[in-house]
């Protein structure tokens, strides 16, 4: 597949995002990129702002398996994978596959149950695989996450374990509009309480899952030079090495941010990344993948700050 038909397939699916979300450009540019690198999306905002419209348009604009589950504190880890039940006529043992087995999955207010149950999802979130009984099954190609949360500071909430955290590519905060933004959504929605079913969402699928599986592929071929590859690297390790962060990102992150970097490049209609892709993206990829330490936070300091400082004294290449 070429880039062109590459951006060109971004942009008619980011076309049939904005018939129902209003604004949230850099929100849906983010998980274009995630779309094209096969990585998972966590969403953080309040109630109120989208999240879970955004993730239902985008996964409208798809031909692909979707399933949705809403996290509460009661749900068990076999509600979501499945589990093998017995059938006594028979006496014999029958799968009955989770939610989880589709192609994407919407995690509505994931740190709304226990760590338990957020586990469930660990595997398939690293492997396109689960585990039941002892028996591993396959996802298959397209499985993506798209996760919504609300704040942790909100109450009935559950922080992700780091393990969790490390396997989502970017986590995107979603702020409230302006009032532009604000005053186009009351006169989009303002005549409904609720949010339209499934069925009413005036999107229309623009790619099936071969058509992804070839802009993947076309996007996995992006130039990535060895300054650039020496610049991700040098951020990564920087993370490490500040007393403000107690725990830094992982080499996986360097992994995700390079394969990221290579996506955003494909969207803008290049065949090499350039040092202000890593950058763009340096944010919602480490921002959750770092540890403040103590102090730092006593003293005022975000992920977000500490990451920006960063990227201004790591030098980029030319």
């Known amino acids: 597949m070429e880039l062109e038909t590459v951006r060109s397939l971004a942009g008619s699916l980011k076309e049939q995002v904005h018939r129902v979300v209003v604004g949230q450009d850099a929100a849906i540019e983010l998980l274009l990129v995630a779309l094209l690198c096969e990585g998972h999306v966590l969403f953080e905002g309040v109630p109120g702002v989208a999240k879970t419209l955004l993730a239902r348009a985008f996964a ?13 504190p009661d749900l068990m880890p076999g509600d979501i994978i499945g589990t093998n039940l017995c059938n006594f006529q028979t006496n014999t043992f029958t799968l009955t596959k989770g939610p989880i087995f589709t192609q994407l999955l919407i995690a509505d207010e994931i740190n709304r149950t226990p760590p338990k149950t ?7 979130m690293q492997e396109r695989a689960v585990t039941i009984d002892g028996v591993t ?3 298959g190609d397209g499985f993506l996450v798209i996760a919504t949360q609300n704040p942790i500071e909100q109450e009935g909430t559950y922080p992700l374990p780091e393990a969790q955290l490390d396997r989502f590519l970017f986590k995107i905060v979603v702020a409230y509009p302006s009032r532009d933004e604000e005053r186009a959504i009351v006169r989009l929605h303002g005549h409904r309480t609720a949010l ?8 229309e699928p623009v790619a099936d899952l071969a058509t992804l599986v070839a802009a993947q592929k076309a996007v996995a071929q992006i130039r990535l030079s060895d300054e650039i590859l020496d610049y991700i690297v040098d951020l990564v390790r920087a993370t490490r090495e500040r007393p403000s962060i107690a725990y830094g990102a992982s080499p996986r992150a360097a992994s995700m941010l390079a394969t990221a970097s290579r ?3 494909a969207l803008h209609g290049r065949d090499f990344v350039i040092p202000d892709d890593v950058k763009r993206l340096a944010v919602p990829a480490l921002r959750h993948r770092v540890v403040l330490a103590p102090g730092a936070e ?3 300091l975000t992920a977000d700050v500490a990451v920006r400082q960063i990227l201004e004294q790591v030098a980029a290449p030319r």
């Open 196 to 203: 339209p079913r499934s069925g009413e969402l005036p999107i």
């Open 60 to 72: 409208g604009g798809l031909s692909l398996g979707c399933s949705r589950i809403q996290f509460t």
């Open 298 to 300: 006593i003293e005022g």
């Open 263 to 265: 996506a955003l490049a």
């Open 118 to 124: 957020q586990a469930a999802l660990l595997q398939a």
């Open 137 to 139: 099954h396959e996802l």
